[in-house]
């Protein structure tokens, strides 16, 4: 017979894995013969939140603390739950109380911080993050994540200097060890590897400088996701254009990661560079996508999306219901187009707007490559309006005319307080003025479209 202790400790190696459901049996299975155990309340809590299952894991701690209620793991746990599920004040009281229980534990105050750095109290969050690095002055995350507040609030040299601690996290990891990383040598001449770091959207936000240091003599080579070789192979500015997917070949004098790149040329808000359009969409596709969709030159065509990356741990914070978008459909004049794809795309059956959405055909962005398909479309819209998303990026990359429905706390690249974006010269940002209020953002919006003139001939320059 496998005892409760053989099954938790088997549940922890399959839940190590991600194999979720397995490692819920498990701890379900150990619970049936020890009901009374905390430590198996706390495991089965752990499996149900990193399924996204909040509320199910706010109720198996609160089991677990029944049974014991000064236990600091059981709390901590409890209140990163109830942060998901928006439960600001009684999170950080769990926060507080496994902290008194515990002076020491890190983890406590890490997630303490977070809680307020996403509800807006940055003042805060950095309080907490510094009272953790007293804990461990080494803690690589504290670290990156005091990087991620000084660059939301405009101090790029202090943000710069922590951000680079991330590469100490162990979540990221670079192309070779053989080659050496670039410290801002001069490049005149030389083959430098730029590697993508993190998600599609940064890789088209910083692509750019690939641009930049080819321009400052340098032969850059992007190493890439795959999924972008297409669309970006059609910039031959950026130089050349290798799949990350392949094994590396060739020789190279330096590597480094694009967004590196932005650190290593000391940008701040004085020199961010911001060209009108990086990035250029395939002319037969453009031309293509300007024959089938309707022409209705009497009105704004909208292209619209709403949902990121559910994976993203920001995600609750910075994607908006499509139901939000109705607002925007009561201008009279407008013309709605989905540029959604997956996840997000089960919403549209539950659209209740004044005017329908157009909806893509399935096979957009899977004959051509990522983004194909949806960077020609961009060139028949008149604007794009979107959460900040990789949509809102390849946007500002092509130049298109793009407002962005911002939460309260966003991304460090949008920074605070403004309505620009200087990293995208066509870009306007729209940003609740307190937690969750979409509304307002989305009753912003809907008032600036009853004015909004789109550029002459929008669609026809492109």
């Not at 890190?106 to 750095?117: M, P």
């Not at 729209?430 to 989305?442: C, G, I, M, S, Y």
Request: glycine share 6%; net charge negative; charged share 20%.
């Amino acid at each position: 017979m496998v005892s409760a202790g053989q099954l938790l400790q088997h549940g922890w190696q399959v839940h190590q894995k991600k194999r979720y459901a397995e490692a819920e049996q498990c701890y379900r299975r150990a619970l049936h013969e020890e009901q009374r155990n905390p430590n198996a309340w706390v495991y089965l809590g752990m499996v149900l939140h990193d399924q996204r299952r909040y509320a199910d894991a706010v109720d198996a701690y609160r089991q677990a603390l029944q049974l014991m209620p000064d236990f600091p793991i059981a709390l901590n746990n409890l209140g990163n739950s109830l942060r998901y599920l928006g439960a600001v004040e009684e999170a950080d009281a769990c926060f507080q109380r496994a902290i008194d229980l515990q002076p020491d534990y890190l983890n406590a105050y890490k997630n303490r911080g977070t809680l307020h750095v996403w509800t807006g109290r940055l003042d805060l969050g950095l309080h907490y993050y510094q009272q953790a690095l007293k804990v461990n002055p080494q803690e690589a995350e504290l670290h990156r994540n005091l990087g991620v507040i000084y660059l939301l609030q405009g101090d790029f040299q202090r943000g710069w200097e922590e951000y680079r601690w991330r590469w100490r996290v162990g979540d990221l990891h670079r192309p070779t060890d053989r080659i050496p990383i670039w410290q801002g040598q001069p490049l005149d001449g030389c083959r430098i590897l730029l590697s993508a770091e993190q998600g599609l959207g940064d890789t088209l936000h910083f692509v750019r400088y690939a641009q930049i240091l080819r321009e400052r003599g340098a032969i850059p080579t992007v190493y890439c996701q795959s999924a972008l070789m297409a669309l970006l192979q059609h910039s031959p500015a950026l130089g050349n254009i290798v799949p990350n997917t392949l094994g590396l070949e060739g020789n190279y004098d330096y590597q480094c990661s694009l967004i590196d790149v932005a650190d290593m040329l000391h940008t701040d808000l004085s020199n961010i560079p911001a060209p009108e359009r990086y990035l250029h969409p395939a002319p037969n596709l453009v031309q293509y996508w300007r024959n089938r969709l309707p022409q209705h030159p009497d009105k704004i065509r909208i292209g619209i999306a709403w949902q990121g990356n559910p994976d993203h741990q920001a995600d609750a914070f910075r994607s908006a219901p499509l139901q939000c978008f109705e607002r925007i459909a009561e201008v009279e004049t407008v013309e709605l187009v989905s540029l959604q794809r997956g996840f997000g795309t089960e919403q549209l059956a539950r659209w209740q707007g004044r005017v329908p959405i157009i909806q893509l055909p399935p096979e957009v962005d899977t004959t051509s490559g990522a983004f194909m398909d949806t960077a020609a479309i961009m060139m028949q819209l008149d604007l794009v309006i979107t959460t900040d998303t990789s949509i809102a990026h390849l946007a500002g990359a092509l130049g298109v005319p793009t407002w962005i429905a911002l939460g309260y706390i966003p991304d460090w690249r949008w920074l605070l307080d403004r309505s620009d974006s200087p990293w995208y010269p066509s870009v306007r940002l729209f940003r609740q003025p307190e937690l969750n209020r979409w509304d307002v953002v989305f009753d912003a919006m809907r008032d600036a479209l009853r004015e909004y003139r789109p550029p002459f001939s929008q669609r026809m320059a492109k």
